[in-house]
T-cell receptor, first 113, second 117 residues
Framework: AQKVTQAQTEISVVEKEDVTLDCVYE???????LFWYKQPPSGELVFLIR??????QNEISGRYSWNFQKSTSSFNFTITASQVVDSAVYFC??????????FGAGTRLTVKP | GAVVSQHPSRVICKSGTSVKIECRSL??????MFWYRQFPKKSLMLMAT?????????EQGVEKDKFLINHASLTLSTLTVTSAHPEDSSFYIC?????????????FGPGTRLTVL
């Protein structure tokens, strides 16, 4: 069975601080996909990244970066120089051979000015 | 990118009535669509997988007679909450699956906020 754990329920930082959101997953499949989504107060999910299990390269997109480590089954997300607009709930998700997507509990990030 | 719409975006209804929520893929065909429910400050929980032309597959604990899903075309899936009760109040989100040569992903709709009085 697939499972996604986001141990951090809430994080609060001050603007310009770096922050890392943790994600640990479980799956029996060797082929799977990992995702990160942002959900602002409006509710609409904003796609951030998709990573397949065969690509362990870390990725950087602007202030966002992702660290995928299969050895520890983790797919952590770092925001550098956080901004108030980054305040949202962030979800990590896993999709494996069953094709449905399982979400973690989410981490609520608050960036204070 | 692919666009998925949901209608209505917000609905308030009286207890005992039925509510239909539409999920449309606007610029692509989706043989598979998914329905999720999200309670306040909670995560998204998969309710069911909707396949075009066949019966939906429901997750454990989801009443199929209460949450009717119809996927009559490759661009439309509907979720009907029958005899709604206040505990059905939630944020309902659909997604559409796109499979290509090098991709297999889901695009999410903007969600429908249901409030049952």
């Amino acid at each position: 069975a697939q499972k996604v754990t986001q141990a951090q329920t809430e994080i609060s930082v001050v603007e310009k601080e770096d922050v890392t959101l943790d994600c640990v997953y479980e799956t029996r499949d060797t082929t799977y996909y990992l995702f990160w989504y942002k959900q602002p107060p409006s509710g609409e999910l904003v796609f951030l990244i998709r990573r397949n299990s065969f690509d362990e390269q870390n990725e950087i997109s602007g202030r966002y970066s992702w660290n995928f480590q299969k050895s520890t089954s983790s797919f952590n997300f770092t925001i550098t120089a956080s901004q108030v607009v980054d305040s949202a709930v962030y979800f990590c998700a896993l999709s494996d051979r069953s094709n449905d997507m399982r979400f973690g509990a989410g981490t609520r990030l608050t960036v204070k000015p | 990118g692919a666009v998925v719409s949901q209608h209505p975006s917000r609905v308030i209804c009286k207890s005992g009535t039925s509510v239909k929520i539409e999920c449309r893929s606007l610029d692509f065909q989706a043989t598979t669509m998914f329905w999720y429910r999200q309670f306040p400050k909670k995560s998204l929980m998969l309710m069911a997988t909707s396949n075009e032309g066949s019966k939906a597959t429901y997750e454990q604990g989801v009443e199929k007679d209460k949450f009717l899903i119809n996927h009559a075309s490759l661009t439309l899936s509907t979720l009907t909450v029958t005899s709604a009760h206040p505990e059905d109040s939630s944020f309902y989100i659909c997604s559409a699956r796109v499979v290509g040569l090098r991709t297999d992903t889901q695009y999410f709709g903007p969600g429908t906020r249901l409030t049952v009085l």
